[in-house]
């Protein structure tokens, strides 16, 4: 009994161990945006909860955008509608 008992605890402290770990295995790269994951169409800005820049490590400079539902879309920085957001977004900041 005290095997199994033994054999269980280190079963379990594993799990804990490797859940943690978990997220340094992921790769780096899952942040980055390729060419076909681009969307072209405005997404109205009301819809955006937020957008971060894709690591320099990237081949492609993109933007990753989060919708209010929580769907995540790629668009490219040079589009003239996210630019006006984006301008828009930092005007907003700076003056409150």
């Keep these: 009994m005290k095997v199994f008992s ?17 997220v340094s295995f992921r790769s780096p ?9 681009i ?3 405005k997404i109205p800005a009301f819809l955006i909860r ?22 995540k879309f790629c668009v490219d920085p040079e589009e003239g509608w996210f630019q006006q957001y984006q301008r828009q977004k930092e005007s907003t900041s700076t003056s409150t």
């Design 6 to 22: 033994l054999a269980l605890l280190t079963l379990l402290l594993m799990a804990l161990w490797t859940g943690n770990q978990g």
């Design 29 to 37: 790269y899952g942040a980055c945006c390729y060419k076909e994951m």
């Design 50 to 71: 937020s957008y971060q820049k894709t690591p320099s490590h990237c081949s492609r400079k993109a933007v990753r955008v989060e919708l209010l539902k929580g769907k």
């Design 39 to 41: 969307v072209r169409q």
